[in-house]
T-cell receptor
Framework: AQSVAQPEDQVNVAEGNPLTVKCTYS??????LFWYVQYPNRGLQFLLK??????LVKGSYGFEAEFNKSQTSFHLKKPSALVSDSALYFC????????????FGSGTRLLVRP | KAGVTQTPRYLIKTRGQQVTLSCSPI?????VSWYQQTPGQGLQFLFE???????NKGNFPGRFSGRQFSNSRSEMNVSTLELGDSALYLC?????????????FGPGTRLTVL
């Protein structure tokens, strides 16, 4: 069965420092992987996705994610965090062969302190 | 293009009542998915529609139902509301709803059941 794990409920980082939000997945075959961000009382905003090819994916607002097949991970990164990046981040996976739905992780709250 | 719109944004109902939520997808998108978001259970898939056909359904009781119209607009209905149905209901649209297709989310409908 497909699954996604976000091992950290919360990540704290100082403004200007690099940030990493972790995600691991379990799916048969080669997955499609997504990152979304949610601000309070808002829906989810798409950040980036991995389809195939280059393991480093660049997305919106300066975010990027690194796909690692051997570790089944898809960690979200940003070189320099902003206070405005504070939000809830979700990793999601879709099995390319058998599903029309996204499976979401439990979410990681990112808190960037000034 | 206009984004995904959901109406109403907020709803307050009492136990036993029923409710209908509406979603208008991005123009040209034929797939509409619904998710329930709660603090305890996170994001859970309800169902997905494509060209007026339900292709996938999550693990929810039969009180939860949906439909899609020929213009791709979708509605979901919850009958005999329970306190545990209080949640943020998110609608997402995509072109085909499969593979590497990106889902774009609406702002959600906040349902409170008293």
């Amino acid at each position: 069965a497909q699954s996604v794990a976000q091992p950290e409920d919360q990540v704290n980082v100082a403004e200007g420092n690099p940030l990493t939000v972790k995600c691991t997945y379990s799916v048969s075959g080669n997955p499609y992987l997504f990152w979304y961000v949610q601000y309070p009382n808002r829906g989810l905003q798409f950040l980036l996705k991995y389809i195939t090819g280059d393991n480093l994916v660049k997305g919106s607002y300066g975010f990027e994610a690194e796909f690692n097949k051997s570790q089944t991970s898809f960690h979200l990164k940003k070189p320099s965090a902003l206070v405005s990046d504070s939000a809830l981040y979700f990793c999601a996976v879709r099995d390319p062969g058998s599903s029309y739905k996204l499976i979401f992780g439990s979410g990681t709250r990112l808190l960037v302190r000034p | 293009k206009a984004g995904v719109t959901q109406t109403p944004r907020y709803l307050i109902k009492t136990r036993g009542q029923q409710v209908t939520l509406s979603c208008s997808p991005i123009s040209g998108h034929r797939s509409v998915s619904w998710y329930q978001q709660t603090p305890g259970q996170g994001l859970q898939f309800l169902f997905e529609y494509f060209s007026e056909t339900q292709r996938n359904k999550g693990n929810f009781p039969g009180r939860f139902s949906g439909r899609q119209f020929s213009n791709s607009r979708s509605e979901m209905n919850v009958s005999t509301l329970e306190l545990g149905d209080s949640a943020l209901y998110l609608c997402a649209s995509s072109i085909q709803g499969m593979g590497a297709d990106t889902q774009y989310f609406g702002p959600g409908t906040r349902l409170t059941v008293l």
